[in-house]
Structures are given as C-alpha cells and as structure tokens.
C-alpha cells in the first residue's frame, strides 16, 4: 500500500518497540496512584450499604472531630445543579444526574453509592473517619432487574421520571426512562414472506469492565482557587469538563494531567473520585490522593448493562432474511442512560434486510449507573440476533458462514438503522474465517463450533496534535488521546511515515490540557484514527515550514523546494544546485531563518469507517461438571489498514478474551437486600490466560477511503461476537440451545438435565 | 435537493413525517429548514445528532457540504467505549 502522498510504506505496518515500552516493563511508568506531593492528604469514601433508602440523618460531627482529619465533604457540599442534557465535548451530559451519582443528596440508590468523603493525614485515618460519620436510612424496597423494574408495582426510583418517546407522555412517574425505535421496511410483509420464522428471549447479566488499575486521582487546589487533577482516564478534557461544571469552577482553573492507564474499555470515560477529590482539596488548599479500592470499584462504578431481548427473525428457505424484529430491555442503573439506542442501532447491522423493527427500553433501577463498555450495547443485543441466525442455519441445514455470506452487508447496503454503508470488510472477514484451517478441522466427543459476527459504527471527533522540531532535528509530538493499546507507537509512526525520518526520531507524548487544543477521549475506537488524522495534518503543517525555510537559505521560491525522504531538496535543475536540508540542518539554522519550528492540527476527524468481525470458536462441555473449556479461538477483523499490526492484533484478543468471560463467567451477584456479594476478583471471574487458548488474529484490510493511510477504528468491534459464537459452538456441543449469559458450569449442568 | 431522513427519537417532533426533500448546500442549512418546519425539534437538532451523507457519517459537523441530490440521514450521535 502506499500513503496518501503516493509513497511506499516504510513505517507504517510494521511492528517496532513501543516508546513507553521499557516505563511499563520496568514499573517506571506513573499510573493513577503514582502521583505523590508535599502535604499530600489521603481520602475515603463512605459509601451506602443499602440499595434503596432516605438519608434521614446524616452527622460528621465525630469523624470531624478525629485528629488528623482535614476535611469532609458530602451532597450539601455540591452545587445542584438542574435536571437537563448538556454539551460536553462531544456528549450530551445530564450534570444533575451525574453529580447525584458522585455524592449522594437525600437518597441512596444502590449499595456502594457515595454519601460523604474524608480526607485524612493517613489512609488509616481517613478510613476510620468514615466509620464514624453517623447515618440514619430509612431502608425502600428497590429492584435490580430491568424486567421487574418495568412492572406495574415495581418500586420506583425517580418520582420525576417520565418515560420519553411515548406519545402522550405518561403522567406517572415509572422506571422506564425511555422508549426509542428503529424500523425500515414493513415487518409485516416480511414474515409473511418467510418459510421460517423463529423467535427467541435471551437474558445477559451485567459485566465490569474489569480494568486492572483501579481509580485513582491526585487533586491539588490552591488558595487562589487554580487546581491541578492528575487522574487514570481515557479523556483527561472530558474529565475537566465534568469536574469544573460539577464544582461550579471556571475551565481555565483546572488542569488535568492523564496518567498511564491500566485499562478502561470505557468505564474511565466518566469520573467518580475526582470531583470528591477536588472538593476535599478546595477546603484545606492541600493536595488531596485518593484511590478507590477494589471492592468498592465493582459496587459504585459503572458496569454495562444487563439485559432482556426479544428477537424474531423470518427467512425463505434458501436461506434470505426477508424480516427482522427485536425488543431490547436494558439495565441504566440508577439513572437514564443505558446504551439500548446503539444496541437497537446495531442489532442487524450486518446484514441486509428489507425489513426490521427494533424498539428499545431503556430502564432505571437499584445498581451503580452504567458506563460505556466497549462498542456500547452492541455486544447484547448482537449476541442475541446472531444466536438466532445460529438456530437458522442449522434449521435451514446451510453452513452459518453461507447464510451469513447470502445476506452479508456490502458496500452500498442499506444498514438496518438506514444509511448505506460504504466500503466495508464484513464479507471479508467471513471469507477469512472460511478459509482457515480451523473452520476445516475436525471435532471430537462433546466438542461444538461456533461462529458469530459483529459491527460497530466506531467515531471521529475534535482532536488535535502537536509537533516541535527540537534544535538537533528530533520532534516532540504531543497528541491529546490517553494511550491505552499503544497509541503512542502507532502516532509516532505516522509522523515518521509522512516526515520520512526514523521512528526513533520522534517523542511522542500525551499532552495536559493546558499544552494542547480540546482532544476528546480515547474512546469508540478513535484513537488510531482521529489522532491519526491530525499527526499526519500536523506534519505535513511543519513539511510546509520547513520547506518555506529551506527556499529562504537557498533564497528560491518555496515551490521549487519538494521535501523527500526526510529532507528538503530542490524540485528540479530550474530550482538551482543545492545540497538537500535534513532536519537537523533546517533545526540548527532555525533561529536566523524566522524561529522556532513547529507543527499542529487542530480538527474535528470526521469519516470514521465502521468495523466488522467474525469470530470462530470450537469449546469442549463437561457433561458431569458444566465447564466449558474453549479448545481453540480465531478472530477476524477488518482494520481498514493497520498501523501497527501487534496492537490491532492485541485489540483483537483483548476484545475475544473480554467477551469470552461476558459468555461464561461474569455476572453480578446481588442478594435479597440488593447487595453486591462478588464484589472482588476472586468471586467475579474474569478469564486469565490458563483458561484460554491462544487467540488467532486474522486482519482484514478494507481501506477506509477518508483517512490517509487507510485506518478504520479496531478497539469496540471484537467484543461483539464472542458471547453468541460461544453460545453457538455450546449448542453444538450439547445439542441444547442457551439463550441466557453466563453460561456458567450451574447453568450448563441445568441445562443439561432439563433437557435429558 | 437533498433528501434527508429522520430516525429513532426525532420522528416525535415531526408528527411521525420520516422522509424531506430539502435544499441546503450545508448540514447547517438543512437543519435551518427543518427548525422552521418543525421549531420543537431545533433543540434536539443542535446536539447529539450525527449525520450520515452519502453513507459518510458527521458528527458536529454544521459545515460539511450536502451534494445535490444526496440521500442525508440524522441519527442519535455515537459515542463508545
């Protein structure tokens, strides 16, 4: 492939070192909790034990009065703020709600909710504070599930909750926060158009993103009212907005530093500790750590949504979808705001149907508000449709990879939620599968194989770059997006592709807040690609400079300089007989030809191209235990162009693994109060690496026309097809179809025994 | 003229009306005329709504140029993870 500017590739797709490599193998690297000042104090929070109940007292008088305690913060400290959908970068923020959800005010609506936060001269200190905060609940009955907080009688949570997207507007208050649709076609006539129409319920549980590094920040405000915030986050702008609108502070007041981040998958994309920290900072004007431990990680923090989904699909008997339908009940925890909308948006996304109606619920109830989780809500209700695309085919007795191939999206494909696409990779990666030697290979007793596919949108947004030629001809590069999968590498490579000078050259680093223009967070897969955009834009911004520099040693038209290879040289024998200019040379004379040198971008990338995967996975079922044991796992993925293929490839496995533990494993455990009783590692499991195979990663490249080398965003899409393809290849095993995740040895044994 | 589509939430400020053919060189102006045919859904023009043209989505993007002729559909805006 050659670049944009027609040049052959020498850095781009290849696989270097990392530049923040040796900090992370060496436990240099500073994380959420490497961050230590003078004076620094400790803070803890005192969280809610009950799932639903009235503060009718709340007394800090005791914990005040401890010695070497600083200062409390609780709700009384924060302004309040009004119930309504407010720019934030590039989302929509309801700040009442989120900051109800950071400190709680009269109610409590889950266990593990905040209610008050002390900062201390020692951990041990400020831990003992909380105990002594006195409090009195009065304890309500609360619901968990998303079916039972729809029902009639089912407490409900929000008195001023209305459900939007019903015509009237109700004028009862409920725990269905909104209804939303999508439909194209008549649903009608296309079942009546199918010689088989099946349909199925399926219900998944709520998962944790399950980032290794917990929550941690260190803020420091001082006594003219400027702070600083050094936080874990995948959008450090994102994480200046949220706290200075929620402390009433003005933007400019607050700079926020990302640290190194040990995980996200988008539940570091909201803040928790952080406006707590701030708060406690502004009392006593000394700096403030505080870092959320484990336990109260999985109970106050957002996981995704759990959920409850109705599929209908209706197909000829060779095999084409003439008609799809799904009802999507999702969990948003204790306030608005699942991702159903996406998860309608994407449930037959990949295929192209004439016919299909998606209506979404999204509902409120007595759990920690859900956050982003990768390629949000599309993992579920993806799971379900092609679990019934599974039963489909082996209803209609076609391989599952023909049936998916007869009704694959292609370029110029209506999508179900209504545009076209463009050039996409979908049949690509099926093809890909088709032709492994895994699909061929043989099964053993009790063994099952399973396939299944995925898309999501993935997104651009307002990013921004910076470069500085230092005065020995290496360059700065600042970019805005935390680095959570190597993005650093990946950026540094594109700006020696397009400077053509090594790698090696170029620091690439990730600015504050205060060094760069607004950069949203590393999210929806928009890293690569929208940081990408605007390294590129900003080099060939310093290519221009340079070149202007050059014409002016030479005193010739800047026209008749071209840069090449990494220098800048005449344009042709008009042009004159001059050396060329490397870096270096043009660096060093700087100063007498204008200054400084430098290059930046500021954009807002748009063209993301959407991804599409397909997973193949053989498992092997312990008919006396239950246990499923994945034997062998190949993954599938259109990245558009891979930058560096290493990191696309750890995108990949990371996402297989991920949804691996979403299909077996992960769950939470609530008991009869609503209390969350796996609260830790050791009770949720996540898989490691002795429970899996290796994962085959396969890249597709499919270019995505609108950025210069190709790039299509690779983080959300490979978590979409796990659970289904698992779910499938059990089925194959078992000869018994289960529609409910996890698909824990309990349920399996169940199943089974159910079915004999 | 473009022909623009709506979909999801939006339809409630359009009396269910999905599909306008409207004249507009911008996104901006697109949405200009849709304000003026229905003011309850200039609001929700204003945030939060992606817009795909020609099957290319934008996100904020008041400036983007609309062909003649283009098929433009405005969707919720996508975020992630």
């Known amino acids: ?756 | 003229m473009a022909r623009v589509v709506l979909t999801g939430g939006l339809l409630r400020f359009t009396e269910g009306t999905e599909t306008f053919e409207l004249d507009g060189a911008t996104v901006r102006q697109l949405f200009r005329q849709l304000a003026a045919l229905y003011p309850d859904l200039e609001p929700h023009l204003e945030e939060g709504i992606a817009v795909v043209i020609n099957g290319q989505m934008y996100q904020d993007a008041w400036l983007e140029q609309v062909p003649p002729d283009s098929e433009v559909f405005l969707l919720p805006q996508i975020a992630g993870g």
């Open chain 1, 1 to 756: 492939m050659s670049s944009g500017n027609g040049k052959d590739l020498k850095w781009v797709g290849t696989r270097p070192i990392r530049p923040d490599g040796v900090d992370k193998v060496t436990g240099r690297a500073k994380f959420g909790a490497d961050n230590f000042n003078a004076g620094m104090l400790t803070g803890a929070v005192l969280r809610s034990p009950h799932a639903h109940a009235r503060i009718k007292s709340l007394d800090t008088s005791k914990a005040a009065a401890l010695q070497g305690v600083k200062a409390i913060v609780t709700g009384a400290d924060f302004p309040e703020l009004s119930s309504e959908f407010i720019p934030a970068g590039e989302m929509m923020v309801n700040y009442r709600d989120m900051s109800l959800n950071i400190i709680a005010r009269d109610k409590v609506f889950y266990d593990g909710h905040a209610i008050a936060a002390v900062a201390a001269t020692s951990d041990a200190i400020a831990k003992e504070a909380v105990k002594l905060i006195e409090i009195e609940y009065e304890i309500l009955p609360h619901v968990i599930d998303a079916v039972e907080a729809m029902a009639p009688d089912a407490p409900v949570l929000h008195d001023d909750l209305f459900t939007e997207g019903v015509d009237p507007k109700p004028t009862k208050a409920s725990n269905v926060a909104k209804r939303v649709e999508f439909k194209m076609g008549d649903i009608e006539d296309g079942f009546a158009k199918a010689d088989v129409i099946l349909e199925r319920e399926y219900n998944t549980k709520p998962v944790h993103q399950g980032y290794i590094e917990l929550h941690a920040c260190t803020a420091s405000v001082s006594e003219d009212g400027y702070a600083e915030l050094w936080c874990s986050t995948q959008g450090h702008f994102v994480a200046r907005a949220h706290c200075a609108r929620l402390l009433g502070m003005d933007i400019s007041k607050l700079r926020v530093t990302s640290s190194e981040i040990g995980g996200g998958f988008g539940g570091k994309t909201v803040v928790y500790l952080e406006p707590l920290a701030l708060a406690l900072s502004q009392k006593v004007c000394q700096p403030v750590r505080m870092v959320m431990p484990r336990d109260e990680l999985f109970r106050a923090t957002g996981p995704t949504s759990g959920a409850n989904i109705y599929v209908k699909i209706g197909a000829t008997k060779d095999g084409r979808i003439t008609a799809g339908e799904a009802v999507l009940k999702y969990q948003a925890g204790a306030y608005p705001g699942s991702p159903v909308q996406p998860g309608c948006m994407c449930a037959f996304a990949p295929y192209e149907l004439e016919n299909v109606k998606v209506v979404g619920y999204d509902v409120v109830s007595n759990r920690p508000k859900v956050a982003a989780y990768r390629a949000p809500g599309a993992p579920i209700s993806e799971y379900a449709v092609e679990s019934l695309i599974d039963e489909l085919a082996k209803k209609l007795e076609i391989d599952p990879i023909e049936l998916r191939l007869m009704n694959a999206a292609k370029e110029g494909t209506r999508a179900a939620y209504g545009p076209k696409f463009g050039p996409v990779g979908f049949i690509e990666t099926l093809n890909a599968i088709k032709d492994t030697e895994h699909y061929k290979s043989p099964l053993g007793a009790n063994q099952g194989r399973g396939i299944a596919s995925g898309f999501w949108f993935n997104i651009g947004g307002e990013t921004s770059a910076s470069m500085l030629l230092n005065e020995d001809g290496t360059i700065e590069l600042t970019v805005g997006t935390p680095d959570i999968g190597g993005s650093r590498a990946s950026m540094a490579m594109m700006v020696a592709e397009e400077m053509g000078v090594h790698m090696k050259k170029i620091r690439p680093r990730i600015g504050d807040t205060s060094t760069i223009g607004y950069t949203f967070l590393t999210g929806g897969s928009r890293a690569t690609f929208s940081s990408g955009m605007a390294v590129v834009e900003a080099s060939r911004n310093m290519i221009e400079e340079l070149r202007n520099r050059a014409a002016k040693i030479w005193e010739i038209p800047v026209d008749a300089v071209i840069w090449e290879e990494g220098q800048a040289k005449p344009a042709g024998g008009n042009a004159g007989d001059f050396e060329p200019l490397s870096l270096a040379d043009l660096a060093v004379k700087a100063g007498k030809t204008g200054g400084p040198i430098a290059g930046h971008a500021e954009i807002n990338a748009q063209g993301a191209g959407p991804s599409f995967g397909t997973h193949l996975v053989d498992v092997e079922v312990d008919p006396e235990t239950g246990y499923v044991k994945v034997l062998r796992y190949t993954a599938a993925q259109d990245a558009g162009k891979a930058i560096h293929p290493a990191y696309v490839e750890g995108q990949i496995q990371g996402g297989a693994v991920q949804g691996i533990g979403w299909a077996l494993n992960e769950e939470y455990i609530y008991n009869d109060k609503g209390q969350l009783e796996n609260a830790g590692f050791l009770d949720y499991r996540i898989p490691v690496a002795s429970d899996l195979p290796m994962i085959d990663a396969i890249i597709v490249e499919v270019p995505n026309p609108t950025h210069p080398y190709g790039v299509r965003g690779v983080g959300e899409t490979p978590i979409i097809p796990p659970m289904a393809a698992v779910a499938n290849a059990v089925d194959g095993a078992t000869k018994v179809r289960f529609s409910q995740l996890p698909m824990s040895p309990p349920v399996i044994l169940k199943g089974l025994s159910e079915a004999r």
